[in-house]
């Protein structure tokens, strides 16, 4: 999943080889490097220099994932330790403080398999940290059928959700725990066989640590990858690799992709067009009957996307590809998928807004929609964990925003304090209910007051969300929606 809405991290960082007036470390000689063995090693761990996004040098810790050599100049692909993996990079020899190297522990070597070489060289402090937030019994936790009330606050009247003591729910459950959700520590073992797109972390290698495609020239724009796909080994050392804008097909040159245009006929997704305003439409893709289409659409999202993974059987899932209209067609600007069938009421696989189009309220547009059709089909939904950090803000936003203009928007009846329940409001947007617990919880809604559970809303709260919903200016509007949910479970549908 993911989504994901801000713009591409680290810009403005320095590239490899450019140096300039350190704030950190100075750095040694070059000699002061050398293992045992005469040579920098995978594995390795030192600070290394960096721009961060004031501008500003650091020295973080990084670990020298490869080594290579080019025409005599050797560079270095270092993950920054506690940073995005989306912030790698190759550096050169200058940029590395070799004082502090730590080189990695020696490691009994794992069976291979086929005769292929096993994971990276074990580096020090290979532990992962794993941070929990638990709820402790004391944290309110409101009954899902309790009703609203507006209690006063600070002499002026404030619109509140009182809730009775109810049972207690497992904190487990509640989704709060913004580490478990966009880290990979809590990942299954295993991905579920309907489906499922959450990546299996314990067999990540040396290769799909690794960002392995350059550039990527879609239509007018041309995308730095974050993250490593599996497109062809052979498509790796290409500077650029071209990709037509309606079928998503790749080629190796310019000349390549202009002699595919002239034979390509598409000039929007395949599938369904259920849903259009103004320049902005929706498409429905069904994974089976449109494969390679949809094959070709997870390996350019996988590029943007960590805790997802790749399936070439698409067959289970349906894809919303969302467009904007102009006089040479419609140009993807995201999408999300959605399995046939969940049996964890998941709305949502993956989820992406590509970087051009990132920080102007796609993100949000795409998540609304994946909820409308939830409306639609009389269900609650959400997304698939884990959520990457970009993707879990959206959700956060959206949730937030979606909750408190539920809340403002309630009216008292004959002078009564206006009331609603937890499942009412799950009902209202479609929102699952552990979803819309951990949302409260997070914005710090939650209160004892009197004997019962209530939600205020502060001044604060209040100001926030109406400033936050003047700049959101795209919204789905359910009339222009023609979607007729199917019954996947009749496999004869597939």
């Known amino acids: 999943m993911a989504e994901v809405v801000s713009p591409v991290p680290g810009a403005g960082r320095r590239e490899p080889g450019e140096v300039g007036r350190a704030r950190g470390p100075p750095v040694a000689d070059p000699g002061a490097a050398l293992s045992p063995q005469g040579e920098i090693i995978e594995g390795c761990r030192l600070p290394v220099l960096r721009r961060n996004q004031d501008n500003e040098d650091e020295w973080p810790l990084a670990e020298i994932l490869s080594v290579k050599d080019i025409s005599g100049r050797k560079l270095f692909y270092v993950h920054y330790i506690d940073f995005n993996k989306r912030l790698d990079e190759w550096v050169t020899h200058e940029r590395l403080d070799l004082k502090k190297i730590q080189f990695p522990k020696k490691e009994a070597k794992t069976p291979t398999k086929n005769g292929l070489p096993g994971s990276r060289p074990g580096s020090p402090e290979r532990e992962v940290k794993r941070k929990v937030e638990v709820v402790s019994p004391a944290t309110p936790v409101p009954s899902e059928t309790a009703p609203a009330s507006v209690f006063p606050q600070n002499g002026a009247a404030r619109r509140a959700v009182a809730a009775q003591p109810g049972r207690k729910r497992k904190s487990n459950c509640l989704g709060t725990d913004e580490d478990s959700q966009d880290s990979s520590d809590g990942i299954p073992s295993a991905p579920r066989m309907t489906g499922s797109l959450v990546s299996d972390r314990s067999h990540d290698d040396i290769v799909t640590r690794m960002k392995n495609i350059e550039c990527i020239e879609l239509g007018r724009h041309r995308l730095k990858p974050w993250y490593f796909s599996p497109y062809p080994q052979e498509l790796t050392t290409l500077p650029v690799l071209y990709l037509c804008e309606f079928c998503l097909k790749y080629g190796r040159s310019l000349k390549c992709l202009q002699r595919h245009l002239t034979k390509c006929d598409l000039r929007h997704p395949p599938g369904n067009e259920i849903y259009r ?145 937890i499942n009412e409001i799950s009902e209202i947007t479609s929102i699952k209910k552990e979803d819309v617990i951990s949302t409260l919880q997070y914005l710090n809604l939650i209160n004892y007051y009197k004997g019962q559970y209530i939600l205020t809303l502060s001044e604060d709260i209040v100001d926030g969300h109406e400033r936050a919903m003047l700049k959101r200016l795209l919204r789905i509007d359910s009339k222009c929606l023609h979607f007729t949910p199917k019954d996947w479970s009749k496999r004869g549908k597939w």
């Open 277 to 421: 305003k103004g320049t902005i439409s929706f498409f429905e893709i069904d994974g089976r009957k449109n494969k390679s289409y949809s094959q070709n659409l997870c390996l350019l999202a996988k590029c943007f996307l960590d805790h997802k993974t790749l399936y070439y059987d698409t067959d289970p899932f349906l894809f919303y590809v969302m467009t904007e209209y102009d006089c040479k067609g419609f140009h993807i600007v995201g999408y999300f998928s959605k399995e046939k069938e969940s049996t964890e009421d998941y709305n949502v696989a993956c989820i992406l807004t590509l970087p051009p189009y990132q920080r102007r309220g796609y993100g949000k547009l795409l998540i609304e929609f994946s909820y409308e059709l939830s409306k639609v089909e009389g269900k609650t939904g959400t997304p698939e964990k884990p959520l990457s950090d970009l993707g879990l803000l959206s959700y956060r936003s959206y949730w937030s925003q979606t909750i408190l203009e539920i809340l403002m928007g309630l009216k008292s009846e004959s002078g009564e304090r206006p009331q609603i329940t």
